[in-house]
């Protein structure tokens, strides 16, 4: 019947596939892959890719803790398309360094400059619903955020998991283009409540200029907001995805950031994009502004 061939291909529930071993799902490469908030923001789709990245943020002067300075990451984020359903992932694999001044307990400032391994995020990923017809699909997955490294926050107590739901709709497809909307929610939860909870959403909106599949000018929006305090030191500020210190003093701060972009598509399967990440809400965030640069080699 009909309906139960439309239902069993959303669902992807059809066992056969012209697909190679380990290939990208490209039944919907109308879509752009987020830009900012990369450890966090999830593609929904089953892809086999590896994306070197590069992070600068800048931390405001008047952050309670950090008297102003920069943070810069590099490193590299990777996945496997077991199937058209599970991909498996590497979120957040690199290095992390820190050049700022600390507010000392008189008021006055030290300089200060770190640098260590950052964390390592793992994830598997389980995208239950994949309708070709409409252009959607639908994930779930955990990630695993694992301390690692010794310097700049990034080793601070137990590990916290990520359940996430991600989805992706393709819409207004005319002659001059189509609209693409992403959107993640997920909560960080920490294991031994060392690290603070947090509640995140991400949101993307893009525009496939002229349908080429080329040029993507996008807009993203992130919200984080902090649910229960961590045990491990006591200030009132956390960064969430760059590291989770555990700071005590967090509960009920929101951070909500803007981030303008573009993605260009020289195929796809390389493909370059960047944006610019700039905090709409409290000056007491860990970084004021951001900018992004990832590329991304795609099977």
Same mark, same amino acid.
């Given at each position: 019947?009909?309906?139960?061939?439309?239902?069993?291909?959303?669902?992807?529930?059809?066992?056969?596939?012209?697909?190679?071993?380990?290939?990208?799902?490209?039944?919907?490469?109308?879509?752009?892959?987020?830009? &900012?908030?990369?450890?966090?923001?999830?593609?929904?789709?089953?892809?086999?890719?590896?994306?070197?990245?590069?992070?600068?943020?800048?931390?405001?002067?008047?952050?309670?803790?950090?008297?102003?300075?920069?943070?810069?990451?590099?490193?590299?984020?990777?996945?496997?398309?077991?199937?058209?359903?599970?991909?498996?992932?590497?979120?957040?694999?690199?290095?992390?360094?820190?050049?700022?001044? +600390?507010?000392?307990?008189?008021?006055?400032?030290?300089?200060? &400059? /770190?640098?260590?391994?950052?964390?390592?995020?793992?994830?598997? /990923?389980?995208?239950?619903?994949?309708?070709?017809?409409?252009?959607?699909?639908?994930?779930?997955?955990?990630?695993?955020?694992?301390?690692?490294?010794?310097?700049?926050?990034?080793?601070?107590?137990?590990?916290?998991?990520?359940?996430?739901?991600?989805?992706?709709?393709?819409?207004?497809?005319?002659?001059?283009?189509?609209?693409?909307?992403?959107?993640?929610?997920?909560?960080?939860?920490?294991?031994?409540?060392?690290?603070?909870?947090?509640?995140?959403?991400?949101?993307?909106?893009?525009?496939?200029?002229?349908?080429?599949?080329?040029?993507?000018?996008?807009?993203?929006?992130?919200?984080?907001?902090?649910?229960?305090?961590?045990?491990?030191?006591?200030?009132?500020?956390?960064?969430?995805?760059?590291?989770?210190?555990?700071?005590?003093?967090?509960?009920?701060?929101?951070?909500?950031? +803007?981030?303008?972009?573009?993605?260009?598509?020289?195929?796809?399967?390389?493909?370059?994009?960047?944006?610019?990440?700039?905090?709409?809400?409290?000056?007491?965030?860990?970084?004021?502004?951001?900018?992004?640069?990832?590329?991304?080699?795609?099977?």
């Amino acid at each position: 019947m009909a309906w139960w061939e439309d239902t069993k291909d959303a669902l992807a529930l059809n066992s056969f596939s012209k697909r190679k071993l380990f290939q990208s799902d490209h039944a919907f490469d109308v879509f752009s892959s987020p830009i &900012s908030s990369p450890f966090l923001f999830q593609d929904p789709r089953s892809l086999t890719q590896i994306k070197p990245l590069f992070l600068y943020n800048h931390i405001p002067s008047a952050n309670p803790v950090f008297n102003g300075g920069n943070i810069y990451w590099f490193g590299v984020q990777g996945s496997v398309a077991i199937t058209e359903k599970l991909s498996l992932k590497i979120d957040k694999f690199g290095g992390v360094w820190m050049d700022s001044s +600390l507010v000392d307990s008189g008021g006055g400032s030290l300089s200060g &400059s /770190q640098s260590s391994f950052s964390e390592v995020w793992l994830t598997p /990923q389980w995208t239950f619903l994949r309708n070709e017809r409409t252009h959607t699909v639908m994930a779930t997955g955990l990630q695993i955020q694992i301390p690692a490294g010794s310097e700049v926050g990034q080793n601070s107590g137990g590990a916290s998991l990520n359940p996430y739901i991600s989805a992706a709709q393709n819409m207004f497809r005319t002659s001059y283009g189509s609209i693409n909307l992403m959107g993640t929610i997920g909560v960080p939860i920490s294991v031994n409540g060392d690290r603070t909870t947090y509640f995140n959403t991400n949101l993307h909106v893009d525009y496939d200029i002229a349908n080429m599949h080329k040029w993507y000018p996008t807009l993203e929006m992130n919200l984080m907001s902090f649910l229960g305090n961590g045990n491990v030191v006591p200030i009132n500020t956390n960064s969430g995805d760059l590291f989770n210190v555990g700071a005590s003093e967090v509960k009920g701060l929101t951070n909500l950031t +803007l981030a303008p972009g573009l993605r260009y598509k020289f195929t796809e399967n390389f493909q370059i994009g960047g944006a610019f990440e700039f905090l709409c809400t409290s000056r007491r965030a860990m970084e004021d502004f951001r900018f992004m640069l990832d590329f991304i080699v795609r099977y």
